[in-house]
């Protein structure tokens, strides 16, 4: 066992001040406040780690190449299919571990990563039909985060549109099809580092009569879908259907509790009491949001009917959960003109996916200095107003330190590895 002294820790009930955190088998043993100095000292405030709730891993190549012909979702996504079409499982491996350590480094110790880069550039699935979705899951071990795979189903390049050639690397043939290639994938659900699930890419994507085989086969699985991030994709599911996307996903048994809504940012009164009444929780992205400008999503509508709330980074436009964080209160005092929209527990709770610095739980800790030009004076509560990714000293995944004092503990360099994986899906 090992004992962690924290100046400040964020428990259940708050910061608290001289925390001992006893760590034994991966998990938090035992929590003791007023404790003595002791054994490893973490200075600065120490929280929960940090959930990122979704992930498109090969997108990172993405940013910092702005291009004067992006000027909607839709164009920008013919830049990212280009992206796309240069990865194979070996350069995905690599950049996809620069990407995770880059999380690590910013204090997320969980990535779900929502996978639909399945095949080779034409369409033909490689030797291993699962090789791209291995890259990822050694990649993760390598940056020592744990992993959410999503295998994510992809049939179609539009509503009653065949795949595009630049979409056949990510489409089966059909959902019996995916659920075929699938089935082999159980078996890295270790439980603890790395977890199976699925997902729908949108109504858009997957027919609504081959949704049902999906939510079959994913029964006791995490099952995430992209919802009504674009409101040409809600026109457009109303003139296919006669109903909005989250309707559609609500017939076919889609939501429910195991479910996450991503994005969700154009939604009607009635889709908000569906998601409420499913138990469906949303995942917020708002610095891809604003990057697409996509828009400002009903966060107070959704947290106030009840719908569970998450982040991620999506796109990593920004990799940081502090943005993520304050990017969820900011938006919402920009639409409503009304300060301290959710509490700094809310928030928190956002970010981390509910975890918690308590007995029981995972030793995933990740401690943020209290002395930086961005943090100096700060109250421990005011860290997610005020601190960034850069202000991340130390981040322990199951007791095992992945960061200490600012620099990765087993990826070597991670910013020359980006800029080199980058530069090659660039060329």
């Known amino acids: 066992m090992s004992t962690y002294w924290c100046e400040h820790a964020w428990l259940p009930e708050g910061p608290a001040r001289g925390v001992a955190i006893d760590?034994?088998?991966?998990?938090?043993?035992?929590?003791?406040?007023?404790?003595?100095?002791?054994?490893?000292?973490?200075?600065?405030?120490?929280?929960?780690?940090?959930?990122?709730?979704?992930?498109?891993?090969?997108?990172?190549?993405?940013r910092g190449h702005p291009s004067p012909d992006a000027r909607s979702f839709w164009s920008w996504r013919d830049d990212m299919y280009r992206v796309a079409g240069r990865l194979d499982p070996d350069s995905?491996?690599?950049?996809?571990?620069?990407?995770?350590?880059?999380?690590?480094?910013?204090?997320?110790?969980?990535?779900?990563?929502?996978?639909?880069?399945?095949?080779?550039?034409?369409g033909r699935p490689y030797d291993d039909p699962n090789a791209m979705g291995h890259a990822l899951v050694d990649a993760a071990a390598a940056a020592g985060i744990r992993l959410t795979l999503l295998d994510t189903c992809y049939l179609s390049g539009g509503f009653?549109?065949?795949?595009?050639?630049?979409?056949?690397?990510?489409?089966d043939a059909h959902a019996d099809?995916?659920?075929?290639?699938?089935?082999?994938?159980?078996?890295?659900?270790?439980?603890?580092?790395?977890?199976?699930?699925?997902?729908?890419?949108?109504?858009?994507?997957?027919?609504?009569?081959?949704?049902?085989?999906?939510?079959?086969?994913?029964?006791?699985?995490?099952?995430?879908v992209h919802l009504s991030e674009q409101p040409a994709?809600?026109?457009a599911c109303l003139a296919?259907?006669?109903?909005?996307?989250?309707?559609?996903?609500?017939?076919?048994?889609?939501?429910?509790?195991?479910?996450?809504?991503?994005?969700?940012?154009h939604l009607t009164p009635d889709d908000v009491n569906r998601l409420s009444a499913s138990g469906t929780r949303v995942c917020l992205c708002p610095t891809t949001e604003r990057d697409l400008g996509d828009g400002i999503g009903p966060a107070s509508e959704l947290h106030e009917a009840g719908v569970g709330l998450c982040l991620g980074s999506d796109s990593h436009a920004v990799v940081?959960?502090?943005e993520e964080a304050r990017g969820t209160e900011m938006h919402e005092r920009l639409a409503h003109r009304i300060r301290s929209r959710f509490s700094p527990a809310e928030l928190l709770g956002f970010a981390t996916g509910d975890a918690a610095i308590a007995v029981g739980e995972p030793a995933d800790l990740?401690?943020?200095?209290?002395?930086?030009?961005?943090?100096?004076?700060?109250?421990?509560?005011?860290?997610?107003?005020?601190?960034?990714?850069?202000?991340?000293?130390?981040?322990?995944?199951?007791?095992?330190?992945?960061?200490?004092?600012?620099?990765?503990?087993?990826?070597?360099?991670?910013?020359?590895?980006?800029?080199?994986?980058?530069?090659?899906?660039?060329?």
């Open 240 to 265: 296919a259907y006669g109903r909005t996307p989250t309707a559609v996903l609500d017939y076919a048994g889609v939501l429910g509790p195991n479910t996450v809504a991503v994005h969700a940012t």
């Open 320 to 322: 940081d959960p502090f």
């Open 160 to 171: 009653g549109e065949p795949l595009g050639p630049v979409q056949r690397r990510f489409g």
């Open 366 to 427: 990740v401690t943020v200095a209290l002395d930086s030009v961005r943090t100096a004076g700060i109250a421990p509560d005011g860290v997610l107003h005020a601190a960034g990714g850069a202000d991340v000293r130390r981040v322990i995944v199951g007791g095992r330190e992945v960061v200490r004092d600012g620099v990765h503990q087993l990826v070597d360099r991670p910013q020359a590895m980006l800029a080199e994986e980058v530069a090659a899906c660039r060329r």
């Open 92 to 122: 995905y491996r690599r950049l996809a571990t620069a990407v995770y350590a880059e999380m690590a480094l910013a204090g997320y110790t969980s990535v779900t990563e929502f996978h639909y880069l399945h095949h080779g550039p034409d």
């Open 23 to 62: 760590v034994a088998d991966g998990r938090i043993a035992a929590v003791r406040t007023g404790a003595s100095r002791t054994g490893p000292v973490l200075e600065g405030v120490t929280l929960p780690g940090f959930a990122n709730a979704h992930s498109h891993a090969f997108h990172r190549a993405l």
């Open 233 to 235: 994709e809600n026109e």
């Open 177 to 224: 099809a995916w659920v075929e290639r699938v089935e082999p994938l159980v078996k890295i659900d270790d439980g603890d580092m790395v977890r199976l699930g699925a997902a729908v890419h949108s109504v858009r994507a997957v027919p609504e009569s081959e949704l049902p085989v999906l939510v079959e086969w994913a029964a006791g699985w995490p099952l995430h």
